[in-house]
């Protein structure tokens, strides 16, 4: 099983600051950090040997702006601008970044705004998959579930995980509060998922993409607490491309 990755690179001449944006690009799972830059002059040797998906961007360096290096690239990343200073905010708007950080940024700002990098990634490239016959196929991006005599569209990306109740299921997405139920069995909804969905307890299936964080097998999306159980716990570990330091 697959979960969508994002290489990244950090851009910031503070040494405390690279760290710092070290730290919370390794606790998010589809952050895959390809190198910390000191200054943008790194970062364009980077860029160039490198296929980087996403750029954590300082803006006030020596011999450079981060706004300036950024209008300088032909064919950018995605980009998020860290900065103590926010008098560069209308500035980023024109030069279409994802998101713009104040620094200090708390974990749950950084993980939101790389889950916002993360979908307009997949909006921008589709999975595609490889079947049998080594053809590639696009992976659907909905489906319909019954609910209250109706048919109810339901996007994948927007599914965080989904919970079984016997012959139900309670499929819980980002566009509302209340999760949606309807009657089916965890075994028989998951053949219909895409391949970032994986089974990680008897009673759960998480989207992997939007896992925030994992300890003490318990995974974190916003606000919900999942359990991982020992018999899924490497698979899951697997699954993330999770590597023991």
Same mark, same amino acid.
């Given at each position: 099983?697959?979960?969508?990755?994002?290489?990244?690179?950090?851009?910031?001449?503070?040494?405390?600051?690279? &760290?710092?944006?070290?730290?919370?690009?390794?606790?998010?799972?589809?952050? @895959?950090?390809?190198?910390?830059?000191? @200054?943008? #002059?790194?970062?364009?040797?980077?860029?160039?040997?490198?296929?980087? $998906?996403?750029?954590?961007? $300082? /803006?006030?360096?020596?011999?450079?702006?981060?706004?300036?290096?950024?209008?300088?690239?032909?064919?950018?990343?995605?980009?998020?601008?860290?900065?103590?200073?926010? @008098?560069?905010?209308?500035?980023? #708007?024109?030069? $279409?970044?994802?998101?713009?950080?104040?620094?200090?940024?708390?974990?749950?700002?950084?993980?939101?705004?790389? !889950?916002?990098?993360?979908?307009? #990634?997949?909006?921008? &490239?589709? =999975?595609?998959?490889? *079947?049998?016959?080594?053809?590639?196929?696009?992976?659907?991006? =909905?489906?319909?579930?019954?609910?209250? #005599?109706?048919?109810?569209?339901?996007?994948?990306?927007?599914?965080? !995980?989904?919970?079984?109740?016997?012959?139900? /299921?309670?499929?819980? +997405?980002?566009?509302?509060?209340?999760? +949606?139920?309807?009657?089916?069995?965890?075994?028989?909804?998951?053949?219909?998922?895409?391949?970032?969905?994986?089974?990680?307890?008897? =009673?759960?299936?998480? *989207?992997? %993409?939007?896992?925030?964080? +994992?300890?003490? !097998?318990?995974?974190? /999306?916003?606000?919900? %607490?999942?359990?991982?159980?020992?018999?899924?716990?490497?698979?899951?570990?697997?699954? +993330?491309?999770?590597?023991?330091?």
């Amino acid at each position: 099983m697959s979960v969508t990755k994002l290489n990244c690179i950090a851009v910031d001449d503070e040494n405390l600051a690279r &760290k710092l944006l070290q730290e919370n690009i390794e606790q998010v799972p589809f952050l @895959n950090l390809v190198k910390v830059c000191k @200054n943008p #002059y790194e970062a364009m040797e980077a860029l160039q040997e490198n296929k980087i $998906d996403l750029m954590f961007l $300082d /803006i006030q360096m020596p011999g450079m702006l981060g706004t300036k290096f950024l209008a300088s690239l032909k064919d950018k990343p995605l980009v998020i601008l860290v900065t103590a200073y926010d @008098n560069y905010a209308v500035e980023s #708007y024109d030069l $279409d970044v994802v998101d713009y950080l104040m620094k200090p940024v708390s974990f749950d700002r950084f993980s939101k705004a790389a !889950h916002k990098a993360l979908d307009l #990634y997949k909006k921008s &490239k589709p =999975s595609v998959l490889i *079947n049998e016959a080594g053809v590639s196929i696009q992976e659907p991006e =909905s489906f319909f579930v019954n609910v209250e #005599y109706s048919l109810v569209k339901i996007i994948f990306n927007d599914i965080t !995980h989904i919970e079984g109740l016997k012959d139900y /299921i309670k499929i819980f +997405i980002t566009t509302q509060t209340r999760p +949606i139920l309807t009657k089916s069995t965890l075994k028989g909804i998951e053949e219909r998922l895409p391949s970032n969905f994986m089974r990680v307890q008897k =009673s759960y299936i998480v *989207n992997l %993409d939007k896992i925030q964080s +994992i300890r003490n !097998h318990r995974i974190t /999306i916003d606000k919900f %607490d999942i359990p991982v159980s020992d018999s899924n716990m490497e698979d899951l570990m697997n699954a +993330i491309n999770y590597q023991k330091s």
